[in-house]
């Protein structure tokens, strides 16, 4: 398998003013991360720790501070923003946003929801090949036609969630960023939209970036977890290794609190406070320290670097692989 | 046994709209006890927040309480004027999204204070005091200096305790948690659920919490009740429920449910849609999306038949 996605040292930061003087928000730190052509990734952990802005910047609607960013070889990371939107690069990275309602326009049909994009990014001026390939994804996302002339607010929350895919896969994308699709919708219209969100990547023979804040939807779906914690990559491994035997005190600490009726009675150790302040972080401490129910005198004074382990992931904890 | 603290019995329910009259709520029956948590858990539609609304006396100036009762410590809430004495002090509800609910250009004490100064009743003074302790109450490390605060200075978790905060202030003894959890971190999830039953049991007041999750209701709640298209389908207590899920759209949401799915393919899909509650509606509302549907299951009104001690279920094939 051939990397479709190569995220190099990538880098985020924020120029921040805080008690008078200015400082470094560090929402993405020095990240590695590959995606494989036809792989799927999951992106875990609590809001603020940068996954969001991970993906945003994959999909370059942000500029990186540091690092690289190749996208089948090429260094999109360095194009400038505005330029980028006239790249090739551009509708072969497409993004699905979190809540279908807030991300649709309101005044726009369906048809004139998923021909948009079309239009902009590939530059047909043919209207029968258009509405051609808005069918083709209309028809793929399950979503009967007949709704095609409807505007959002005449749909159910599943159809707007249908929408916002069909949206997406119109143009064809190679890599399909998923911020959180699912964690505004009901159970029942998130195991319809995981099982499409399954088929279609077969189907379409596409790459995700899964970003949500919830392990078992995403388990269900990726081939490899990433979890990250205040703007860096703390575990990553495939999803069997990672949740089979979690190393990092954190992702223990998120397995824990995904509900499960099993667990009913039960007291459970929960992780205390919140994470500490993103600005000018120590570079010498690791990031979840303050929080760690394992912390020892090592953990403040060196960050823990992300290191393979026998298993099938790499942990950035100096009790990784130790840990019973 | 002794009285129950909420008891709600065969309360039907409509709302005339120009479009017609919507059946929300048809035959519901439950009591809940002190330091109970009932879960109601269903999709969204299914009338769980309309039934909330209707014991909190928060409904809509089209509803329409057709028949059944709604008891308090044995006071009948339908009682014109009964729930607006209790509301706030008796009986407290945290909404869904605390952001929304709670004032953007108020310190958080001063909207707690608010509310004890009105349901307390208590003067100004002393209200500030006993809002600092209601915001330690929820676990919030230094309260004196979170109390000053605005909401947009805190975090989404810490919104929802200060929610819960206010919801608990005046001590009451019913909580309606509607949503608590939505649009949280598993973690801070986690935070606030064991935190409300944590304040459950030390205080034995009773709570109801509003769902779609049927796992976080499995690790919370004692007793769960599944709504769906304003039925009740299927009610029993936590374990028994969980032991053997009778009714097949019980079934289907746990299915449904992440938890519940080793791997993408076991993942079930409840197909079909809620049936509009306008008009003439089937005996059994899930019939169209029913895999055990059966002939006579509209031969007449479906019997809610216990089927094990304190397990009741409203289906006529139930699994």
Not at chain 2, 108 to 134: S, T
Not at chain 2, 168 to 183: H, K, M, R, V, Y
């Amino acid at each position: 398998m051939s990397v479709l996605l190569d995220a190099r040292n990538l880098s985020k930061r924020y120029p921040v003013r805080h008690g008078g003087r200015t400082g470094q928000l560090h929402a993405v730190d020095d990240v590695d991360l590959a995606i494989a052509e036809g792989e799927c990734v999951g992106l875990v952990g609590e809001s603020g720790c940068g996954k969001s802005t991970i993906a945003r910047l994959a999909a370059r609607l942000l500029e990186p501070s540091a690092g690289r960013l190749l996208f089948a070889g090429t260094d999109i990371g360095a194009v400038p923003l505005r330029r980028f939107t006239t790249r090739p690069e551009r509708a072969a990275i497409q993004v699905v946003f979190q809540d279908p309602t807030e991300s649709l326009n309101p005044g726009f049909t369906v048809f004139a929801a998923v021909a948009d994009p079309v239009r902009h990014l590939l530059g047909t001026g043919n209207a029968a090949a258009v509405e051609a390939r808005v069918w083709r994804a209309i028809d793929d996302v399950g979503l009967p036609r007949a709704l095609a002339q409807r505007y959002p607010h005449q749909l159910s929350g599943g159809q707007k969630a249908r929408v916002g895919i069909a949206r997406a896969i119109a143009v064809e994308p190679r890599l399909l960023i998923l911020d959180e699709p699912t964690s505004a919708l009901d159970v029942s219209v998130q195991s319809v939209v995981l099982k499409l969100l399954g088929e279609l990547r077969t189907r379409r023979r596409m790459s995700y970036l899964f970003v949500s804040h919830d392990l078992d939807v995403v388990r269900l779906i990726c081939d490899r977890i990433a979890v990250m914690y205040l703007g860096k990559i703390i575990e990553i491994g495939t999803t069997e290794s990672l949740l089979r035997v979690p190393a990092h005190p954190y992702t223990r600490a998120l397995l824990a609190a995904t509900p499960d009726p099993k667990r009913r009675g039960l007291q459970i150790a929960r992780l205390a406070g919140t994470a500490t302040s993103p600005i000018d972080p120590d570079p010498n401490s690791c990031r979840f320290a303050g929080r760690c129910p394992l912390e020892f005198s090592r953990c403040s004074v060196e960050m823990p670097a992300l290191r393979p382990l026998a298993t099938d992931q790499a942990a950035a904890c100096h009790l990784a692989g130790v840990l019973p | 046994m002794s009285e129950p603290l909420l008891s709600v019995q065969g309360l039907t329910l409509d709302f005339e709209t120009r479009k017609g009259r919507v059946k929300a709520l048809e035959d519901i029956s439950f009591s809940l006890a002190r330091g109970e948590i009932l879960g109601i858990v269903g999709e969204s539609g299914s009338g769980k927040s309309v039934l909330s609304f209707a014991i909190m006396g928060l409904l809509d100036a089209a509803a329409r309480m057709r028949s059944g009762a709604i008891r308090f410590e044995g006071m009948d809430l339908a009682q014109k004027g009964a729930v607006a004495a209790l509301r706030g002090r008796e009986l407290s509800m945290i909404f869904q999204s605390p952001r929304t609910a709670l004032n953007p250009i108020r310190r958080v004490g001063q909207q707690i204070e608010d509310v004890l100064v009105r349901h307390g009743p208590m003067p100004r003074a002393k209200a500030r005091e006993a809002a600092v302790a209601a915001i330690a109450r929820v676990r919030i490390p230094d309260a004196e200096r979170r109390a000053r605060a605005f909401p947009f200075e805190l975090s989404g978790g810490m919104c929802q305790r200060i929610m819960i905060a206010m919801a608990l202030a005046c001590s009451p003894s019913l909580l309606i948690a509607d949503e608590p959890t939505t649009g949280l971190d598993v973690t801070t999830q986690a935070v606030v659920m064991d935190l409300i039953r944590d304040l459950v049991k030390e205080t034995r007041m009773g709570a109801i919490l509003i769902t779609h999750d049927l796992a976080l209701a499995g690790e919370y709640c004692d007793r769960l009740m599944v709504m769906h298209a304003g039925h009740v389908v299927e009610t029993a207590p936590t374990e028994s429920l969980f032991g053997a899920l009778r009714h097949p759209y019980t079934r289907r949401l746990f299915a449904a449910t992440p938890t519940a799915a080793a791997t993408l393919d076991d993942l079930a899909v409840i197909p079909g849609a809620l049936p509009d509650l306008r008009g003439t509606l089937p005996f059994c509302r899930y019939r169209d999306r029913c895999e055990r549907c059966e002939p006579d299951c509209d031969s007449g009104p479906v019997p809610f038949d216990v089927i094990a001690p304190d397990h009741a279920v409203r289906c006529r094939h139930p699994a």
